[in-house]
């Protein structure tokens, strides 16, 4: 069967990883320990995908931007120690070795930093089926187009060859932005409500459904 995208770009916490949770717990611990006001966890997981500073902005606007350090330093404590236990979605290495063996790019555009995409990428064992990444410690963060159009770049792949498979708002306004067909998925950090008015060709509501989807339509 002809491929429709030829590189297939992948958002990770949320999408390819069970992570958005430990995310949103380790943000409101990280609020708790330096006395701020603890974020809601809709608004916690509202960040999920973009910067570090970007989110901890966003997270707790009341922060002044001297003492992102601070606040960054305990999130980092707490999700680490959580990040032994976060998995993969079942079924995901599956998935994506079978899109590898049928001739697509693979890629990853996340609001981690390097150093963080390069630890799971190596813990998953999962770095070889990838072509290439963008961080956002990188590049511009999400929503900003530049990850997609840095990858596309890169990859030598028209916006219309490409795909961007996400879970939040920020993902999905990133394709937008950079022209690129997109595919949401909702069992990660945003609700579908929130999704689905960026035009994604479709929304996944869980990881068994993402395989299938993509093999018959990507």
């Not at 697509?104 to 089926?129: F, I, N, W, Y």
């Amino acid at each position: 069967m002809q491929k429709r995208f030829e590189l297939l770009v992948f958002d990770w916490d949320g999408t390819l990883m069970d992570s958005a949770g430990a995310i949103v717990a380790s943000i409101q611990e990280s609020c708790r320990d330096l006395g701020l006001r603890v974020p809601e966890r809709e608004r916690a997981a509202h960040v999920i995908g973009l910067g570090l500073k970007d989110a901890l902005s966003y997270a707790v606007p009341e922060l002044p931007p001297a003492d992102y350090g601070k606040l960054a330093e305990r999130y980092r404590h707490h999700y680490l120690a959580r990040d032994p236990g976060i998995e993969l979605f079942p079924g995901m290495r599956e998935m994506l070795a079978g899109l590898k063996r049928r001739g697509h790019l693979l890629a990853v555009a996340t609001g981690k930093s390097r150093v963080g995409l390069d630890r799971v990428l190596e813990a998953t064992q999962l770095k070889s089926l990838f072509d290439s990444s963008r961080c956002a410690d990188e590049t511009h963060s999400k929503p900003h187009p530049a990850m997609l159009q840095e990858l596309m770049q890169e990859l030598l792949v028209e916006p219309e060859a490409t795909l961007m498979i996400g879970d939040t708002g920020h993902d999905l306004q990133m394709a937008v932005s950079a022209k690129v067909p997109a595919l949401a998925v909702s069992y990660g950090a945003h609700p579908r409500d929130s999704l689905t008015g960026f035009n994604p060709l479709a929304c996944i509501e869980t990881p068994q459904e993402l395989g299938p989807w993509l093999e018959k339509y990507a």
